[in-house]
């Protein structure tokens, strides 16, 4: 019975009670504990077990944990030191239990173990920056690329939508042809917003030639007429005439000015007033056409001489008036009709001669305009190196701009990135443990990181353009 307090004393007392090991896969960590007991202990045997993680899913199994010639007794008063070396080479992440269990005759101590283990910092160092890499990609391709892809995409429809009518539809074509150039020429300078608008501009003016295609048909129709009018021999020979090469420059305008107009209507008004215009002058030439055959009947060789004066000098006045000149045309018909009374009054060979030339004094005439329904339609050393770099960046306002850029990635990186990473990797003493869900956190950070850099930048952009 007086053995029974002796055994009690012989307790051992450990210092740490608890060991507590953080640290990462592959690493080699020693412990030390100390052991000391007012009785001599012996024999003291140190036993060690596997360690389990929480879920009993993966083991840190006891060869992990070895010991250094381990003593086989304590003597009275006596402080040893145990050292206790993990090795975590082949280890997987996360936190493990168990415990060290001290045995000898009177009894045994157990030492509780708790062990958490991360994977090695370069591989979710690589991961935060590739989800960082990922977000500029995607910012960049936002602000930029995918806006030149949509225009690209845009242009290349409306092209091929275009080229089925590009005989037909005329000035509307070339017109719409024209804006998508731009559109095109805009994109490679990166100039998205003037290629949308060129664009737009496209698609509003095929969206006119489409709504209206029927009545625009009918006017091209009518202007190649009067196009073949004055191509004919009559008139082709006055083209060095002033007033013939208005008209056929007008003519030329008003078709290509088509696709500016508000309805085929108007288009049909401008081509009625070039064909009266081409009347007026059809006519004023047969009536000149009139006096010269009426004086070429005249007996009296001077009253010929003169009257074919007269005709020569009216038939320059009409060459050089313009079609616009309405007073003067005017003037110029009432000149020539009082000269042919003039002459017929002569009393020579009228008769015949009048009837030679009015025969065919409306052949040459333009066909009148066909009927067009009006249809509206609507319508951005080392150190002393670093500092003067900076310095001679900051004297320009292009170097200014690398600066903000390049100090908004560092912020990115530095600020949001590393404040991230160390809350998810360094304060975290089991990463790893969940597999690639810790990996995604980390690349979500970064991708995060570059998005929320991106929207200040934004941000400061569009300050600065409202204040601008």
């Known amino acids: 019975m007086m053995e ?96 060290i269990v001290l045995t000898y005759e009177a009894g045994e101590k157990t030492i509780p173990v708790i062990v958490r283990l991360k994977d090695p910092w370069p591989f979710p160092l690589t991961v935060l920056v590739l989800g960082i890499f990922i977000g500029m990609a995607v910012s960049a391709y936002s602000s930029q ?17 275009i080229a089925a009518d590009q005989v037909e539809a005329r000035a509307f074509w070339s017109r719409a042809d024209i804006y998508l150039s731009i559109a095109k020429q805009a994109r490679d300078a990166k100039q998205i917003v003037e290629a949308q608008a060129a664009i737009n ?55 290509q000015n088509a696709p500016v107009l508000s309805t085929a209507n108007e288009l049909q008004q401008a081509l009625d007033k070039i064909s009266q215009q081409i009347n007026t002058y059809i006519q004023l030439k047969t009536q000149l056409e009139k006096l010269k055959n009426l004086t070429a009947g005249l007996e009296d060789i001077n009253q010929r001489y003169e009257w074919e004066d007269k005709a020569s000098e009216l038939k320059q006045k009409l060459h050089t008036l313009l079609p ?10 009432s000149e020539i009709n009082t000269s042919i009374e003039k002459v017929r009054v002569l009393e020579i060979q009228v008769f015949d001669v009048e009837k030679s030339i009015d025969g065919g004094s409306e052949a040459g005439m333009v066909i009148q305009a ?32 690398k600066l903000f850029y390049l100090s908004s990635y560092l912020i990115s990186f530095t600020v ?4 991230g990473f160390n809350q998810l990797y360094w304060t975290k003493p089991t990463f790893g443990a969940n597999g690639w869900g810790d990996y995604f956190a980390l690349l979500a950070l970064g991708f995060g990181a570059e998005a929320t850099r991106n929207v200040v930048t934004q941000v400061a952009r569009k300050a600065d353009e409202s204040s601008s």
């Open 4 to 99: 029974f307090p002796a055994l009690a004393q012989a307790e051992v007392i450990t210092n740490p009670k608890t060991i507590t090991v953080n640290a990462t896969k592959g690493d080699s960590i020693t412990r030390m504990i100390t052991l000391r007991n007012n009785e001599k202990i012996n024999p003291l045997k140190v036993v060690t077990s596997d360690l389990l993680s929480a879920d009993n899913s993966s083991v840190l199994p006891a060869q992990a944990i070895k010991l250094t010639s381990p003593p086989t007794q304590i003597n009275p008063q006596e402080l040893i030191s145990l050292p206790i070396q993990f090795d975590l080479h082949n280890s997987s992440s996360g936190e493990f239990t168990g415990e």
């Open 145 to 161: 690329g995918k806006l030149s892809d949509e225009v690209t995409v845009n242009i290349e429809n409306l092209r091929t939508q």
């Open 201 to 255: 501009n496209a698609k509003e003016v095929w969206h006119k030639w489409i709504k209206q295609r029927p009545d625009w048909q009918i006017l091209f129709r009518y202007y190649d007429k009067l196009r073949q009018r004055l191509d004919q021999d009559d008139l082709k020979e006055d083209t060095a005439g002033l007033y013939i090469q208005v008209i056929e420059r007008d003519l030329e305008q008003v078709l």
């Open 324 to 333: 616009a000149q309405e007073t003067e045309i005017q003037t110029l018909q």
């Open 370 to 401: 066909p009927s067009v329904s009006e249809n509206e339609s609507s319508q951005v050393p080392f150190f002393n190196n670093t500092g003067k770099a900076i310095a001679s960046l900051w004297q320009t306002a292009n170097g200014r701009l």
């Open 416 to 419: 949001l990135a590393g404040s």
